[in-house]
């Protein structure tokens, strides 16, 4: 499977919907069932991974069982070189655009593009960029974030610009697992205008239908949620339909 083909193609009839399942809140034959639960709901995919160093114990095993369970993409998405795993479709092969520290940017990446390599995983390049939420979040406090302010939606777009200037393909708007807030609308409209036929995908803080509409009025080509999928089947099939453009 080409997975960049297939968002393409996908993309071309309507905004995505991804699902995050994070192999260290449950076990893999329960990460296997989410997987199926949300492709049967009409998620185009399925994202592995986690801000928690602990998930890379059970990512292998959750990989191969979410594998089993569902038809559509498995993507990796790496907190660090050890969150690559053989068997996945592809992997968001990202740097975290805004932290302090060159780990995040551009050394767990270096330590992981071999193995990349040797399991044959398609490379997904993405710039991450965590947005300020209103509260702290794993993925900010692990990659060591300098949080681009909410109100200061040409800091995105200065990033965003520069990941595209890269030869990027996908930037990430993270607000985080956990997020008090999701990301501003008027930041996903100034991103997206910016770098026109990159995608950009929005995750954190997305917990009703009516944000997730917010955010594809906004330009999104992706949406993400996670926590939600586990806690309430009714509610993330409602985000799913939202975004697939249901009136319900």
């Not at 932290?99 to 270096?110: D, F």
């Not at 609308?185 to 509409?213: L, N, S, W």
Request: with cysteine; proline share 6%.
């Amino acid at each position: 499977m080409n997975v960049m083909e297939y968002i393409r193609e996908k993309r071309a009839g309507g905004v995505l919907h991804f699902t995050l399942i994070d192999p260290d809140r449950q076990s893999p034959e329960k990460s296997g069932e989410l997987a199926a639960m949300a492709e049967r709901l009409g998620s185009d995919g399925i994202m592995v991974g986690g801000s928690n160093p602990a998930h890379v114990l059970g990512l292998h095993e959750a990989v191969k069982c979410i594998k089993k369970s569902c038809k559509i993409p498995v993507i990796l998405f790496p907190s660090s070189h050890s969150g690559v795993a053989p068997g996945a479709d592809a992997i968001f092969f990202m740097s975290l655009f805004n932290s302090r520290s060159p780990q995040y940017i551009v050394e767990e990446q270096a330590k992981g593009a071999i193995m990349v390599r040797q399991y044959g995983i398609e490379p997904l390049p993405m710039a991450y960029l965590i947005v300020d939420s209103g509260s702290a979040t794993s993925a900010g406090w692990t990659g060591d974030v300098k949080p681009i302010p909410r109100e200061k939606p040409e800091f995105a777009v200065a990033y965003s610009l520069a990941a595209k200037y890269f030869g990027m393909r996908f930037v990430y708007l993270e607000g985080g697992s956990g997020a008090a807030h999701p990301v501003p609308d008027e930041m996903v409209k100034a991103v997206k205008h910016a770098v026109g036929d990159v995608f950009v995908i929005v995750g954190g803080g997305i917990r009703d239908p009516q944000t997730a509409r917010e955010k594809v009025a906004s330009g999104a080509d992706i949406i993400v949620t996670g926590t939600i999928a586990e806690n309430n089947t009714e509610v993330f099939g409602s985000i799913v339909r939202a975004v697939k453009g249901s009136q319900k």
